[in-house]
């Protein structure tokens, strides 16, 4: 018979929250099975859905994206590896901004005698 866990077993089996897969249930993955008493109990298909989720989403992907991509409406690998190189670009633009501002904060507190920490 194919392992199946029921909800709580999936969260610390994956580290994620029980509302947290509640929440991805709502769109992006159910159970494949429900106990008589309405336990939710999730195979290795479901198991590895939640994989490419959670790789999905590591990878800066949106949940919407994710939604289609599971879809089957645009999931090519090249599109999400364009996805994650703009993502990291765009996190590349918004750090050094960060940094030149700390620097400038930095600097202007230092003129001021003031300790920034």
């Not at 590349?92 to 030149?100: E, G, H, N, P, W």
Request: no cysteine.
């Amino acid at each position: 018979m194919e392992p199946q866990w029921e909800v709580g077993e999936l969260a610390k089996l994956t580290g994620l929250t029980i509302r947290t897969l509640r929440y991805y249930e709502i769109s992006l993955f159910s159970p494949s099975e429900y106990t008589e008493a309405g336990h939710r109990l999730y195979n290795q298909a479901d198991l590895l859905r939640l994989q490419q989720i959670l790789s999905l989403k590591e990878l800066g992907v949106s949940l919407e994206e994710i939604r289609s991509a599971l879809a089957g409406i645009y999931y090519a690998p090249s599109r999400v590896i364009s996805l994650q190189i703009a993502r990291l670009k765009e996190n590349t633009i918004a750090t050094d901004y960060v940094a030149r501002t700390r620097t400038r904060l930095g600097d202007d507190a230092a003129e001021q005698n003031f300790d920034v920490g």
